[in-house]
């Protein structure tokens, strides 16, 4: 890309083209047959896979991934807007309007007469108390209406305990998390012992549930974390494979008690 703000592209024009673009893929004579065919359902899952690619792009400071990876993101909104438009839904535009109407409402001491002077904690307050004007204009009732079902199981847990927590439906203290944590490990171990798979299940998932909790209350965002052991996992383990591969041979060459002392190297190795 051009590193000279005069030589950059207009953006409204090149909105404009990808607009243009889906349109004209999307035409039922001219188009493409893929893009023809699809619809809301389908395309939902790339939406959140190109999401979870901007992120990734981001982890590993990709930057110059990261203009192609907002660009295929910028797609789904489009995709999913000249859809709407032909069923007189929506379009682009309406969407645009939304997010900017919704940005200004949020932002009073920005957009309007509100002092710039409050503590993080009162811009906190005053942020869900204009998000709950919002929901009350949807008619969301219940404290958790309105938490997108859609949502990562991790993240959606967070965003649950975090609206219930605003009512005071809390552990005042860590320690009742981690008690509680200690009594759904051991429901889980009884009912691995004594119940069915549906049961165990649930109950795994009630410890997941507590540990996101726990995530919340040490201001971790556990997605973040998971996603940190995941990397940790893949490289201390590609380590294995790579001192295996020095004697010619691979991990299902080697046994249990071989692979956790070259795991044990790898670690040593990380933290010198």
């Known amino acids: 890309m051009p590193d000279d703000r005069s030589e950059r592209r207009d953006p409204a024009v090149e909105i404009t083209r990808l607009i243009g673009i889906m349109s004209d893929l999307r035409d039922p004579q001219t188009g493409c047959p893929w893009d023809i065919e699809q619809d809301f359902a389908t395309i939902a899952p790339y939406t959140i896979e190109e999401a979870h690619e901007v992120e990734d792009a981001i982890e590993r400071e990709a930057w110059d991934e990261l203009p192609g990876e907002l660009g295929d993101l910028l797609l789904q909104v489009v995709f999913h807007a000249q859809m709407a ?24 001491h920005v957009f309007g007469d509100e002092s710039r002077d409050k503590s993080a904690e009162q811009q906190v ?125 691979r991990p299902e060459d080697s046994d249990l008690a071989e692979m956790d002392r070259l795991w044990d190297a790898a670690k040593r190795a990380e933290k010198a």
Do not use: Y
């Open 85 to 108: 438009s032909e069923k007189g839904m929506f379009d682009f535009a309406d969407c645009a309007a939304s997010i900017s109407d919704k940005l200004v409402f949020r932002h009073p």
């Open 125 to 249: 307050k005053d942020w869900e108390a204009i998000k709950a004007v919002e929901r009350a204009g949807k008619a969301e009732r219940g404290t958790l209406d309105g938490v997108a079902l859609g949502l990562p199981a991790l993240t959606r847990a967070i965003k649950l305990q975090n609206r219930a927590a605003r009512v005071g439906f809390d552990w005042p203290e860590i320690s009742g998390v981690t008690d509680k944590i200690t009594e759904e490990v051991a429901e889980l171990v009884e009912a691995r012992d004594t119940l069915g798979q549906d049961q165990v299940e649930e109950e795994f998932g009630d410890l997941m549930f507590v540990m996101a909790n726990l995530a919340r209350h040490l201001k971790v965002d556990p997605e973040q974390a998971l996603r940190r052991a995941n990397a940790k996992f893949t490289r201390r383990f590609a380590a294995i494979e790579e001192a295996l591969a020095r004697d010619g041979r």
